[in-house]
């Protein structure tokens, strides 16, 4: 593809509102479309971010033949559903984490893409921010030594509102597929494998979601990830890699912009890498470049990756005795 990539946002909520604002700082893609099941909420948001085509549903946004990717920014119990009616209608998917409710259904949407030849990815964006590379390149060099744990946190603190997505069992609400995805993608990222064994802790608050939890993922060679989410509890929100000769701090880890090398005995390596706009140009930007190469995956976030951690997420649920009323 020798042009812009042309892309749709299907939902204009609130998350698709940040990735559009984002998108100012991608050069190789233009915002082309809106879906909204409100032809005046599309209008108001196109209107806002200057996007020239705009559909009161999202099947009339999928059948737009000029769309190349569509980002889908509706809650996750959406996601398999409105992932599939983009992949069937051809076209490439950005899906907003976590990619799906359950592994059963990713390996779903997976099996579409294969189909219909479309790219799909998971939209962990964190990962695909510059500081990860600076902290991965920092592992391979061996400045760490050998991985022993990752310790990472996610957890705010929300208002209860039983109907909104984060409290509401329907729309599989939850700390730990809100924000406790944060935590496992990150323990998969840098341990490069699945955990061999877990072990965790839920509270089930009144609409009978996880408000938190905390969790120990190991692993064969004995590492470990010690986490902990929460939604209704404000938590540090910071990473800390450990290895045998040093670690690696990461603060407000899942919209970084600084990472620390610790050594002891060694001053401390500071490295800032500010946000072109806001973090979501970078996974626009891979996702663009995938599809210039013809590609239908990343290998950055794989579709494997997105299946294990949902695995991953599956079990810890099943230790709670959480199942949504979808499953
Ligand atoms: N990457 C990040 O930093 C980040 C941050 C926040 C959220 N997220 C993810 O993005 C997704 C959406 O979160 P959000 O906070 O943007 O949610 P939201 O504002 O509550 O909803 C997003 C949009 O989904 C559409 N939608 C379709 N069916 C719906 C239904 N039955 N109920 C409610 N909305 C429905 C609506 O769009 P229309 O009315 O226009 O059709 C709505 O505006 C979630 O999966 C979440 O995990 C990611």
């Known amino acids: 593809m020798d042009r812009k990539v042309r892309w749709g946002i299907l939902g204009a909520g609130s998350i698709a509102h940040k990735f559009a604002t984002g998108f100012g700082g991608v050069e190789d893609g233009e915002l082309y479309a809106v879906g909204s099941r409100s032809l005046e909420k599309a209008n108001e948001f196109a209107d806002k971010f200057n996007i020239p085509k705009r559909y009161g549903s999202y099947e009339e946004l999928v059948s737009d033949p000029d769309v190349d990717a569509i980002y889908v920014a509706t809650p996750h119990s959406f996601h398999k559903e409105h992932t599939i009616l983009c992949l069937n209608a051809g076209k490439g998917v950005l899906c907003e984490k976590p990619i799906a409710v359950n592994a059963r259904e990713v390996e779903e949407m997976v099996e579409c893409a294969r189909k219909n030849n479309a790219f799909l990815m998971e939209a962990m964006w964190t990962r695909f921010l510059p500081i990860y590379?600076?902290?991965e390149e920092w592992i391979e060099q061996g400045l760490i030594g050998d991985v022993h744990m990752v310790v990472a946190d996610f957890g705010f603190r929300a208002g209860?509102?039983?109907?909104?997505r984060l409290f509401n069992p329907s729309l599989a609400g939850g700390a730990?597929?809100?924000?406790?995805?944060y935590v496992v993608s990150l323990a998969s990222l840098i341990m490069k494998k699945p955990p061999a064994k877990i072990v965790s802790m839920a509270n089930l608050g009144e609409t009978g979601v996880d408000e938190q939890s905390s969790m120990i993922l190991g692993y064969d060679e004995g590492q470990m990830a010690i986490l902990y989410t929460a939604i209704r509890t404000n938590t540090k929100q910071e990473a800390r890699i450990i290895g045998s000769k040093g670690s690696i701090y990461i603060p407000s880890f899942w919209n970084a912009t600084t990472a620390i090398l610790e050594i002891p005995g060694q001053?401390?390596?500071?490295?800032e890498i500010p946000h072109l706009v806001n973090g979501y140009c970078y996974e626009a930007?891979?996702?663009n470049r995938c599809i210039k190469e013809g590609k239908i995956e990343s290998d950055r976030m794989t579709w494997e990756e997105s299946i294990s951690i949902m695995k991953t997420l599956d079990e810890l649920r099943a230790q709670w005795g959480l199942k949504y009323p979808m499953e």
């Open 160 to 164: 209860i509102n039983p109907e909104g």
């Open 285 to 287: 930007q891979e996702v």
């Open 133 to 135: 590379y600076k902290v």
């Open 176 to 181: 730990l597929l809100d924000v406790g995805i």
């Open 267 to 271: 001053e401390d390596q500071v490295v």
